[in-house]
Structures are given as structure tokens and as C-alpha cells.
Nanobody, 126 residues
Framework: VQLQASGGGLVQSGGSLRLSCAAS????????MAWFRQAPGKEREFIAG????????VYADSVKGRFTISRDNAKQTVYLQMNRLKPEDAAVYYC????????????????????WGQGTQVTVSS
């Protein structure tokens, strides 16, 4: 199984980025997907999750209204559109897959996920 995250980079505060995570080696449409992030010296933090169909999503309060998670099952890809970026959004962003995903508190726990991508760096300048 491979989850290949891409789309990170350097952006000014208030700008936008779109992250992508391309999956292979698994039946993508059966998995819930999520994005987490980890800043230096901090724990991995849940950002957003989406169920297998794309009909149910959950977000961390810190990004609600600014970030949007979506997926394209035909392309086996999950996306994270990030708008109005802030310096505190800077981190390495990871995508993750969970066969038993449900929009509850467990979906916010990193240990609940089966597979992880390698991460993509997002830097936000003030």
C-alpha cells in the first residue's frame, strides 16, 4: 500500500494550497481517509476526515471554514483544499487511510488508521 502526498510548499499568510494524496495497493473506495499534520515539537494533529463515499466529513475546529477535504474514488485520490492559511498552519501534512472509518472521536486518533503517507511540508510566511 502506498499513499503519496503532494502539493505542499511555501505560501504567504492568507494564501491557499491544495494537497493531494494518491493511493495505490488498496481498494480505495472502501477506506475512509483523513489528513493530519505535525509541527516540530508537537503531537500529530487531526485536521479533516472523509468517509468512503465522500458524503460525510469532519474537521478540526482550528480549520473549519478554511479547509475542505474531498475525494475522487475514480482517481484514488483525496484532496485537502487549504484557504486563508495562517502561520500556525505550518507543519508536515500526512494523509491516512482507515478501513473502519466513521465520523466519530476515534477518527481523530492517529492509532486508528491502517496506512500513512510520507507527508508533505507546508510553510506559511507571515
Amino acid at each position: 500500500v502506498q499513499l503519496q502526498a503532494s502539493g505542499g510548499g511555501l505560501v504567504q499568510s492568507g494564501g491557499s494550497l491544495r494537497l493531494s494524496c494518491a493511493a495505490s495497493g488498496l481498494t480505495f473506495r472502501l477506506y475512509g481517509m483523513a489528513w493530519f499534520r505535525q509541527a516540530p515539537g508537537k503531537e500529530r494533529e487531526f485536521i479533516a476526515g472523509i468517509d468512503w463515499s465522500g458524503s460525510r466529513t469532519v474537521y478540526a475546529d482550528s480549520v473549519k471554514g478554511r479547509f475542505t477535504i474531498s475525494r475522487d474514488n475514480a482517481k484514488q485520490t483525496v484532496y485537502l483544499q487549504m484557504n486563508r492559511l495562517k502561520p500556525e498552519d505550518a507543519a508536515v501534512y500526512y494523509c491516512a487511510a482507515d478501513r473502519q472509518w466513521y465520523p466519530d472521536e476515534k477518527s481523530r486518533v492517529p492509532d486508528d488508521y491502517d496506512y500513512w503517507g510520507q507527508g508533505t511540508q507546508v510553510t506559511v510566511s507571515s
